[in-house]
């Protein structure tokens, strides 16, 4: 995942734009896909970026009345948008503590009957450590919205066939116009537009004092890494998120404290650290992954250290090195030579 991490943590923090901008995806109904620098001679249905979030936006308040109407709104905790930028997906997960409590105490009951029948240590889990895997496990979850608008339904299958490059499964009757940016994890960058739109909303929730709504990322495009280290940041603020998951404090302090050290080495050390831990992966010592967060943090690290940390990078890349590792740093050059 490593040179995704970079792509796409560029583009959650603002550091990149949107791939595609001004062009557009064609999908037929004789099952087509055709990239087109302009639709002004085609007919059809154009989707934008903005119709999405629109159609997102009122996805997000229907799940909110249903969820109000179940007559279940107290102690509501947290509220969350699923986002699965590759297959085309957006799942909305509402929970509260009556239903988390409940959760932990039917995971108690059955560790405690398989660690009688198996003597595993496995099962022997405090009820402290299950509240806090449970928490915000969202497939655990009491309140899950799947039932999409058919319209955002209809966009969203069609940008499946785009990204999976499988025209065959194109079902439509009619020519559909998409932009191409949505194609670049865009579902992203809409869904944490949403939830700051919908933040007169969810006053209309009985809220705790830690609770929190963001994007989540699904597994395949950065799951809970991309969640904790980027996605939560740019939905809640920093005083939040720590009241809510105060492990996340203690997992940013900690890589401070790395990211400390590593700045008393010479520059030709840091680097050398750096490309290390990118090319030793996400289990090396010293990887982002161990504080929660993507190898996007080694490329910021990178990044910071400026223009005389090129010529030792450039040393790196006469090495023989993982292809990923390769790519992350021919981005950091890059990236360097635009700002010098």
Same mark, same amino acid.
């Given at each position: 995942m490593s040179a995704y991490d970079v792509h796409i943590g560029k583009l959650i923090s603002g550091r990149r734009?949107?791939?595609?901008?001004?062009?557009?995806?064609?999908?037929?109904?004789?099952?087509?896909?055709?990239?087109?620098?302009?639709?002004?001679s085609t007919d059809g249905i154009v989707v934008s970026s903005k119709d999405v979030e629109e159609a997102l936006y009122e996805f997000c308040k229907s799940a909110l009345r249903n969820y109000i109407a179940e007559g279940n709104n107290k102690d509501v905790y947290t509220f969350s948008i699923y986002t699965d930028t590759y297959h085309g997906d957006y799942l909305i997960y509402i929970n509260n503590l009556e239903c988390l409590n409940q959760?932990?105490?039917? *995971?108690? $009951?059955? #560790?405690?009957q398989r660690y009688l029948e198996r003597k595993n240590d496995h099962y022997n889990l405090a009820r402290e450590q299950l509240y806090q895997e449970f928490k915000y496990a969202e497939g655990d979850y009491t309140f899950m919205y799947e039932e999409i608008p058919e319209r955002l339904q209809k966009w969203l299958s069609i940008l499946y066939c785009i990204n999976m490059?499988?025209?065959?499964?194109? *079902?439509? $009757?009619? #020519?559909?116009?998409?932009?191409?940016?949505?194609?670049?994890?865009?579902?992203?960058?809409?869904?944490?537009d949403v939830i700051h739109r919908l933040e007169h909303d969810l006053q209309q929730l009985n809220r705790t004092d830690d609770f929190i709504a963001y994007v989540s990322a699904a597994d395949g495009v950065g799951g809970d890494f991309l969640t904790t280290s980027q996605l939560l940041r740019k939905c809640v603020s920093e005083e939040q998120l720590y009241k809510a998951m105060p492990n996340v404090n203690e997992k940013d302090k900690a890589f401070q404290v790395a990211v400390n050290a590593v700045q008393q080495k010479p520059l030709k050390g840091q680097v050398l650290h750096w490309v290390t831990v990118i090319e030793q992966g996400e289990f090396g010592e010293g990887s982002p992954y161990s504080f929660w967060k993507t190898d996007y943090e080694a490329y910021e690290q990178m990044i910071g250290l400026g223009e005389p940390a090129v010529s030792y990078i450039r040393e790196h890349l006469n090495g023989e090195l993982k292809q990923d590792t390769r790519m992350i740093l021919e981005i950091v050059l890059e990236d360097l030579d635009k700002r010098f």
């Open positions: 734009e949107l791939d595609g901008s001004g062009s557009y995806i064609l999908c037929t109904p004789d099952k087509k896909i055709i990239e087109m620098d302009s639709i002004s959760s932990v105490e039917d *995971a108690l $009951e059955h #560790n405690r490059d499988e025209p065959r499964y194109l *079902a439509i $009757e009619e #020519n559909y116009m998409l932009e191409k940016t949505l194609g670049d994890s865009q579902l992203f960058l809409i869904a944490i």
